[in-house]
């Protein structure tokens, strides 16, 4: 393909989106992005929307990429663990390597996504147009219908490609599955529980008021409450709740003494830095937690879908942006290919990315069960420190599956769950049959590990599980 003579048509400027522009622009393609959304440059609309996420080696591999390192770190707070807070106020750091050097960070999502727009169109061939919502993508014409919410009219774009960066409710996929011009699979899963922004504010200009460096949890069981640091001083705290289920459920907090005896039980140390949570509590709303799949995610060389519009995922493995942003660096490898035409460029694009996708997927599904019950479990903590201590010893013979998820960026997604699963359940097994134990020769633990996962990874192999 001549790159410097395609017409890119990309829906939706959110991270995805404006990534894909800014490299694609790099690259010498025609690129101009729709958004429905004002410039959030110039009008606030976080609106209740989670607004600092974990950013972690996948999404580092991407700003590498595109040579905004160094940019994107200044809008970073290292995070070197989890901060678990039990019901008495007790706490305890779970750190997330052995290795110093790894770490996640939290990050501001609109810092980032406006960083991305302004480098993006810093390129003469790349073009953002805001408050202008995709209505419906003709995917055999290549061209897709607007609405423009300023004039109140509509208006038709065509191009060479259309992209859909366009979120969990992608304009683009429901065209796919409304057309019914070809086999299209579309699944969207919820879970039972939903989730509400709350704020734990500073104390003064940029004075954190609960240990600044970690991902603060207080797991409950069927519940939980989650707070990440911004670089105000003040904390994002996420409450994942049940809609209907529980003594405690988002459909019977609705009274004020309600909220109030909730989070005095629960979460009493939480509370104590949060003299503004019923206000929070009653003007932002709560939201639904979904995952979305899809096949194909193209249609011939026409059209793409990309990032969450082609694979939404809950967020209790932090690697949703991340996803995406590793999205934008697997086809921008295709591309590399110089393939005959967009069909074939999509088609490896998809064969290459779609099993990862569903493995992040069910490993996030996996951490929200594991976040909110396990992480105070005793067996687990267990677990957790022999990790930590195989790490630290063997730091190029071990890794966690956090750590090949989190912090292995040239592993991809699917291996990552095959021998992470394969390891936490050799370590899980042996620890409950005192097989092992953390005071243990750390070498010979090593190596009994070491051979009961490869055998589950054979055994799963004969299965078919692989």
Aim: with cysteine; aromatic share 10%; proline share 3%.
């Amino acid at each position: 393909m001549k790159e410097k003579k395609q017409n890119i048509l990309i829906i939706g400027a959110g991270l995805c989106g404006s990534l894909l522009a800014l490299r694609l622009g790099q690259r010498g393609f025609n690129v101009t992005v729709y958004e429905k959304r004002p410039d959030l440059r110039k009008v606030n609309i976080n609106a209740g929307r989670s607004i600092n996420l974990a950013f972690s080696n996948r999404g580092i591999k991407a700003m590498k990429l595109v040579g905004l390192e160094n940019k994107v770190k200044q809008l970073c707070i290292p995070m070197n663990g989890r901060m678990i807070h039990d019901e008495k106020g007790n706490t305890f750091l779970s750190p997330y390597s052995g290795r110093d050097y790894e770490y996640i960070n939290s990050i501001s999502r609109g810092d980032l996504n406006a960083l991305l727009l302004t480098e993006a169109e810093k390129h003469e061939n790349v073009t953002i147009h805001f408050n202008k919502k995709c209505e419906s993508v003709d995917f055999e014409k290549t061209t897709a219908l607007f609405k423009d919410y300023q004039t109140n009219t509509q208006f038709i774009e065509d191009a060479d490609a259309i992209i859909g960066t366009d979120g969990a409710g992608s304009a683009l996929r429901k065209s796919y599955y409304l057309g019914k011009k070809f086999l299209f699979s579309f699944s969207q899963d919820y879970l039972t529980h939903g989730y509400k922004e709350l704020i734990i504010l500073p104390e003064g200009k940029n004075n954190f008021k609960i240990f600044k460096n970690a991902l603060h949890i207080w797991p409950r069981g069927n519940f939980m409450l989650i707070a990440l640091p911004n670089l105000d001083g003040s904390f994002t705290v996420t409450l994942f709740l049940s809609y209907n289920e529980g003594e405690f459920n988002f459909s019977n907090l609705n009274t004020d003494e309600k909220v109030l005896e909730f989070f005095k039980k629960e979460f009493p140390d939480a509370l104590a830095h949060m003299p503004n949570l019923l206000e929070d509590f009653n003007n932002n709303p709560t939201s639904p937690l979904g995952t979305v799949k899809c096949s194909p995610w193209f249609y011939k060389g026409n059209t793409l879908l990309m990032g969450d519009a082609a694979h939404a995922i809950v967020p209790f493995y932090g690697q949703g942006m991340n996803a995406s942003f590793e999205d934008v660096v697997e086809f921008d490898k295709v591309l590399d290919e110089n393939l005959e035409n967009w069909e074939a460029t999509f088609k490896a694009y998809e064969s290459s990315r779609k099993k990862n996708t569903d493995a992040i997927a069910d490993l996030a599904i996996d951490n929200f069960y594991e976040m909110r019950d396990h992480v105070a479990n005793p067996i687990f903590q267990e677990k957790r420190k022999l990790e930590m201590d195989l790490e630290k010893a063997f730091p190029n013979e071990y890794a966690s599956k956090y750590s090949l998820v989190t912090f292995n960026e040239d592993l991809g997604y699917h291996d990552a769950m095959l021998k992470g699963r394969a390891q936490d359940k050799a370590i899980l097994n042996m620890l409950a049959e005192g097989k092992i134990n953390s005071k243990d020769d750390l070498k010979s633990i090593l190596k009994i590990i070491t051979k009961e996962t490869q055998e589950i990874l054979e055994e799963d192999k004969v299965a078919k599980l692989k």
